[in-house]
């Protein structure tokens, strides 16, 4: 079992997750396979659901949170899912596996090993995955709306200052870190100029040569996170939220936090009661 786990990590590390997210993998699943040598099960063809409920009951007994125990099923399923991509298994023995609620408070929201869990779905290789995958980062990273989002231009990415600029009722700049910088910049050298079809200033653009749509942003959205092990009903407000939270959990005044997200309301920290400091990064 030892040589699967490894190949798993290895796995992880190929699809550039993030640092954070692929250590809590590993140490999930290197817990779960330690459970199953107690159980003196040595191959994963033997493992059936039970196994993994009695993994969940052990860490219930054990006054783990509902939110890590949800967290570590949701290793144990992408960690299944792998070796039957692999064929490394006949059955999956998660596809019925129950997972404790998890209270959410409002707004909804997500911490970045989830998002990376929903964008590890998109095929990064080909030109509407390369497209999509800066739709997600864009919406995760700037905090922007959709309606926002469909309406930016090339020439409001600064790539000079790393900022973005939002030109509608409420202007403002957003600064983009340089991991998102990377990702629009290989969007304009290798991805764009293929959906052209005629002379446009839009940023992003269906197979039409049009601007994007706001109905095809949600579809993307809908698409991926449907495909995705996150058993959360993910939207462009989720995205936005969660980038509220991270910039409040890394420090941020609600005031600067409300001008850069464009909020005409004051915010209280209870608005970030939906993720925790561990939640987000």
Not at 29 to 48: A, G, M, P, T, V
Not at 264 to 273: E, G, P
Request: aromatic residues 10%.
């Amino acid at each position: 079992m030892k040589v699967r786990v490894e190949s798993f990590i290895k796995y992880l590390h190929s699809n550039k997750l993030s640092h954070n997210t692929i250590i809590s993998y590993e140490r999930d699943i290197r817990e779960f396979s330690k459970f199953l040598s107690s159980k003196n099960i040595i191959d994963y063809q033997e493992i059936e659901q039970v196994h993994i409920s009695d993994f969940v009951d052990q860490m219930t007994l054990k006054g783990v949170s509902n939110s890590t125990i949800y967290r570590k099923s949701t290793t144990i399923k992408k960690f299944f899912s792998f070796l039957l991509k692999d064929d490394l298994i006949t059955h999956n023995p998660t596809l019925e596996i129950k997972r404790p609620k998890v209270k959410r408070d409002l707004p909804d929201c997500i911490s970045r090993e989830e998002f990376d869990l929903i964008v590890n779905e998109i095929d990064k290789t080909s030109l509407v995955g390369k497209r999509d995958y800066l739709i997600f980062e864009s919406l995760f990273g700037t905090g922007i709306k959709v309606s926002e989002l469909i309406n930016v231009n090339v020439d409001d990415v600064n790539m000079n200052t790393n900022e973005l600029m939002i030109n509608n009722n409420n202007v403002r700049n957003i600064p983009l870190k340089t991991e998102l910088l990377e990702i629009v910049s290989d969007y304009f050298i290798n991805t764009r100029s293929n959906f052209i079809k005629y002379p446009t200033d839009a940023l992003f653009l269906n197979y039409k040569g049009d601007r994007i749509s706001r109905q095809g942003i949600w579809k993307i959205i809908k698409k991926y996170s449907h495909q995705s092990p996150i058993d959360k009903e993910i939207n462009p407000h989720t995205l936005r939220n969660s980038y509220a939270v991270h910039l409040f959990n890394n420090g941020e005044k609600p005031e600067h936090v409300r001008k850069i997200m464009g909020y005409n309301h004051i915010i209280s920290s209870k608005y970030f009661s939906c993720c925790t400091k561990e939640g987000v990064e």
